[in-house]
C-alpha cells in the first residue's frame, strides 16, 4: 500500500545520503591524507590502522545497541560522531593527530551499515508495511556511484578538503534520517 512505499522512500532517502557519503570520501582519502604530509608508507600504517578500528569497532557497536535496543540511536549516534570527526580531518597535519582521528572516524563508520542494515530489513519485513530490501540497496549503489561522480568534480574545481566538507553534510542527512 501507499504506506509501504512512504516507509520504502524513507530507508531509500537513509541509504542515499550514507552511500554517497561513503562515495565522495573513501576513494580520495588516500590522496587527502598524502595532502596532509603523509609519506606512502606512513599512509600504508594510517589505512591499516583504520581498519583495524573498523574490525574492532563495528562487531562492538551492533552488540552494544542490541544490548540497548537502541538500532535508530546508534545509528544517529556514530554518524553524528563520524560527521564531527570528518571535519576534525581537516584541523591536523601530521601522523599521529591524523591517524587519531582517522582511527576514531573509522570507527564511528563502521556499524552505520549494519545498523541501517538491521533495521531496514526488519522494516522490510513488517506484514502490513513491508517493502522489497533490494529496492534500498541498489539505491545505495546507485548513490555510492554518484557520490564518488560528484566528489571528483568538485574536488577537480576545488582542493581535497572539499571530500570532507561533503562526506559531513552528507552524514548530517544521515543522522536526520535515521529517525525516520
Given at each position: ?126 506484514p502490513q508495511k513491508g517493502f522489497e530490501y533490494g529496492w534500498v540497496r541498489g539505491s545505495a549503489s ?13 574536488v577537480g574545481a576545488n582542493d581535497l578538503s572539499a571530500i570532507a566538507w561533503m562526506q559531513a553534510a552528507l552524514l548530517a542527512g544521515v543522522v ?5
Amino acid at each position: 500500500g501507499s504506506s509501504s512505499l512512504g516507509v520504502l522512500h524513507r530507508f531509500i532517502l537513509l541509504y542515499v545520503l550514507m552511500y554517497a557519503a561513503f562515495g565522495a570520501a573513501s576513494p580520495f582519502w588516500p590522496l587527502f591524507f598524502e595532502s596532509r604530509g603523509l609519506t606512502p608508507e606512513q599512509l600504508g600504517f594510517l589505512l591499516a590502522l583504520g581498519q583495524l578500528a573498523r574490525l574492532i569497532a563495528g562487531p562492538l557497536a551492533g552488540r552494544v545497541a542490541d544490548i540497548l535496543g537502541a538500532l535508530r540511536a546508534s545509528l544517529a549516534t556514530c554518524a553524528s560522531f563520524a560527521a564531527l570527526l570528518t571535519v576534525g580531518l581537516l584541523t591536523v597535519k601530521g601522523f599521529w593527530p591524523l591517524a587519531v582521528i582517522h582511527m576514531a572516524h573509522a570507527a564511528m563508520l563502521a556499524p552505520i551499515t549494519a545498523l541501517a542494515d538491521a533495521i531496514a530489513v526488519n522494516a522490510a519485513r513488517a506484514p502490513q508495511k513491508g517493502f522489497e530490501y533490494g529496492w534500498v540497496r541498489g539505491s545505495a549503489s546507485a548513490a555510492f556511484i554518484a557520490g564518488t561522480l560528484a566528489a571528483g568534480q568538485i574536488v577537480g574545481a576545488n582542493d581535497l578538503s572539499a571530500i570532507a566538507w561533503m562526506q559531513a553534510a552528507l552524514l548530517a542527512g544521515v543522522v536526520l534520517s535515521a529517525p525516520l
